[in-house]
Nanobody
């Protein structure tokens, strides 16, 4: 059962913009800390941005000032607006719903991943 559905990846030139979307069920969206991670070839999986239920955000230093995470509670969707993209932003981006703050019986969910390629 697919619980996180991502969209919005693609090919963009350096300096361009993309917006990623991740739709979740209402229950997951209301309970989880939502985030985006990425993994580039030969590199470690890394946090890009997270947003709490209260709307607090945090970002990787490498994307601060260029990326913005937001959520639409009516649509149960979290977005990652990516501006001023650089070739080093090329990676597979994964949506994450972290439910572990609810207790030891809870886990985190992952989307299927969407490819972002920044190249001229």
């Amino acid at each position: 059962q697919v619980q996180l559905v991502e969209s919005g990846g693609g090919l963009v030139q350096p300096g361009g913009s993309l917006r990623l979307s991740c739709a979740a069920s209402e229950r997951i969206f209301s309970l989880a800390v939502m985030g985006w991670y990425r993994q580039a070839p030969g590199k470690q999986h890394e946090l890009v941005a997270r947003i709490t239920n209260g709307g607090r955000t945090n970002y990787a230093d490498s994307v601060k000032g260029r990326f913005a995470i937001s959520k639409d509670t009516a649509m149960n969707t979290v977005y990652l607006q990516m501006n001023s993209l650089k070739p080093e932003d090329t990676a597979v981006y994964f949506c994450n719903a972290d439910l572990r703050t609810l207790g030891p019986d809870f886990t985190e969910l992952w989307g299927q991943g969407t490819q972002v390629t920044v190249s001229s």
